[in-house]
């Protein structure tokens, strides 16, 4: 595919296929979802039930998991009895816990394709971003958010609408702990270090055990997936903090030994005795 974009482009001169290939990232990543909240009963139907789910949990606190090493580091058998978030591929741990997460959610395209009938086996509530439909629309307990990854970047206080993807689904599970109420979220496994290096968004092909997530099979030999962003989920970190803060609520960074810098760091084991 992207050697025929790239005769498409020698071929066609850039005053031509420039505007034409915005036009189309427009709608693929944002111009989609806007009719479909009027015109599709499935996103209206997601839309009602995150209506139910706006301040559910107002006063609560939440852990949202990332999916880095660091987890094998902690006793996470202590949060069966705590409301938690779970991202992407976070299921691969449960045999392990004995439980799953209360909710998870999953924004990023090459994940959700490659993991829909993993995804779709899994029974509790999901967040899944409205450009995945194709491959999770039979599923009952998925939740379809409008997320995008395009301008402007923004922290959605109502999940209802529009969800700046901050190049993290760890940033969209902030805006969704938001707005279900939840007055305290804490991250663990948000080592925010990856040790493979190449350009920020660059699709890439993994050629063995994953390294950089809490297990080896997380992102395997044969998986896509996208390089870390780190400038941009730390732009996105510090809007989420900005508005915890701005309406007396909290996020803090309990992850063992994360690089993540945004959020006043815990202690993960002073928390679940508070």
């Known amino acids: 595919m992207s050697g025929i974009r790239s005769r498409i482009k020698r071929i066609i001169p850039k005053k031509i296929w420039r505007p034409a290939s915005d036009m189309y990232w427009w709608w693929f990543n944002r111009g989609q979802h806007v009719p479909s909240a009027t015109f599709s009963p499935l996103r209206r139907k997601s839309i009602q039930r995150l209506v139910e789910y706006r301040d559910l949990h107002r006063g609560e606190r939440c852990f949202i998991i990332g999916n ?35 909710y998870l959610a999953s924004v990023n395209n090459l994940v959700i394709e490659q993991c829909a009938k993993e995804l779709k086996a899994l029974e509790m509530p999901k967040f899944i971003t409205w450009r995945a ?14 997320s995008d990854y395009t301008q402007p970047e923004t922290f959605a206080e109502d ?14 599970a902030l805006q969704l702990a938001f707005h279900m109420g939840f007055e305290k979220a804490i991250l663990i496994g948000v080592d925010h270090h990856f040790t493979v290096q190449g350009a920020p968004n660059e699709m890439v ?22 390089l870390p962003d780190y400038a941009g989920s730390e732009r996105a970190y510090r809007l989420a903090r900005e508005a915890y803060e701005r309406h007396g609520r909290e996020v803090v960074d309990a992850t063992e030994g994360g690089k993540l810098a945004i959020f006043q760091k815990a202690d993960y084991y002073t928390l679940l005795d508070s």
């Open 68 to 102: 880095g090493p660091s987890l094998q580091k902690m006793n996470l058998s202590l949060l069966r009895e705590e409301y938690t978030f779970g991202l992407n591929r976070i299921y691969l741990i449960f045999p392990e816990l004995g439980f799953t997460t209360t």
């Open 133 to 146: 439909r194709r491959w999770m629309s039979d599923d009952p307990r998925t939740i379809f958010i409008d």
């Open 159 to 172: 999940a209802t609408g529009r969800i700046y993807e901050g190049c993290t689904v760890t940033y969209v």
């Open 205 to 226: 092909v993994s050629e063995g055990e994953d390294l950089n997530h809490f297990h080896p099979d997380y992102f395997g030999k044969g998986f896509r997936w996208q």
